[in-house]
């Protein structure tokens, strides 16, 4: 197997968020689930923006957060997603080539706008996401490039993908490319609802080995195998994946790899601000430990410390270098091998 390029390449909805504080009641009167995705149309998008408060617009999306928090631990990371030759677009183009991140996907002309998130931020902190996807709907298998996917130790897939319907044939392409090369395949689970959507394709993929590793939150994995119970959760997917990551906000992390588990606490943050990313910093520096072959718990320690980072502000990606805080916590990421 040749050296990899890069430690984590990641395939997602490109999404530009635009985040607002919102009291509790502004989410029943719209009738959402607190602290799920929705995916709504442009008119909606339009309505509820006329609805907030100041905003701060900042890129986003699942899994160009976790390239972007890679970069920042100082991981060589990649990203493919589709956005649309438009203010959005260009906006999100920069910021992650800005992080170092190697972005090629060719933008899409004369179509859907770049997708856009409004997310409601509630007092407790929580993030209530309502996505228009736009763009993201023209991401195809063209949009793999095989020498990207060969060069990756990982490529990493958002469930969200399951959402938009060419995206999956773009995704199961990257699956088989990685594979073919000797690299591993990772899929985070992305939301709840978007498991109630798509639990047996995902349950597919993970018994049938097109995935190595997942990752879930509480909720998800409970949904996952239709659950209120984490003891059987985790039991299943213990022989459903050959390594699963699951992250229990405020109870930390644990991981599990065969007989193998690994647990770390919640890193202590002072006020949570913003849970926007939390699941995708702890992705992230779940994937660097991986593949610059740190043991199990140390992984999840980073992973715990880059998803504490980001909900002590508002916004998705790493306000600071997760390099200085990983470091700071005595947790060595060593160089590419
Ligand atoms: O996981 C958080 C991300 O999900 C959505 O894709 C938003 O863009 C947000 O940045």
């Known amino acids: 197997m040749a050296a990899s390029e890069f430690d984590v390449l990641a395939i997602g909805n490109a999404i530009v968020d635009i985040l607002a504080r919102a009291e509790d009641d502004l989410l029943v009167r719209l009738g959402v689930t607190k602290g799920m995705m929705r995916l709504i149309d442009a008119a909606e998008a339009d309505r509820l923006y006329d609805m907030i408060g100041p905003a701060i617009e900042a890129s986003g999306g699942s899994a160009g957060n976790t390239a972007a928090g890679v970069a920042s631990l100082g991981g060589r990371a990649a990203y493919v997603g589709k956005v649309a030759t438009d203010e959005l677009g260009r906006i999100f183009t920069h910021d992650i080539r800005a992080l170092g991140v190697h972005f090629a996907t060719v933008p899409l002309e004369g179509g859907a706008p770049t997708a856009r998130s ?185 992973g715990c410390l880059a998803g504490s980072e980001v909900i002590g502000h508002v916004g998705p990606r790493p306000s600071v270098r997760l390099a200085d805080l990983a470091a700071a916590e005595g947790i060595t990421i060593p160089p590419r091998g």
């Open 118 to 302: 409004t997310i409601l931020i509630t007092p407790d902190g929580e993030r209530t996401m309502n996505t228009y996807l736009g763009a993201c709907h023209a991401l195809t298998v063209d949009d793999i490039d095989p020498a990207v996917v060969a060069a990756a130790e990982v490529t990493y897939l958002e469930g969200y993908l399951w959402d938009p319907p060419a995206a999956k044939e773009a995704f199961r392409k990257a699956a088989a490319i990685a594979h073919a090369n000797g690299r591993k395949v990772a899929i985070t689970l992305s939301d709840s609802f978007c498991v109630d959507r798509w639990r047996g394709e995902f349950l597919e993929l993970m018994r049938s080995g097109t995935v190595d590793v997942v990752f879930a939150n509480k909720e998800e994995i409970h949904a996952l195998y239709e659950t209120s119970d984490l003891a059987s959760a985790v039991a299943a997917i213990r022989t459903d994946c050959a390594l699963a990551a699951v992250t229990l906000g405020g109870d930390g992390a644990l991981a599990v790899r065969g007989d193998e588990t690994a647990r770390a606490p919640a890193t202590a943050v002072d006020r949570i601000e913003d849970l926007t990313g939390a699941g995708d910093q702890f992705a992230a520096g779940f994937l660097v430990g991986l593949t610059r072959g740190l043991d199990l718990s140390t992984a999840v320690r980073l």
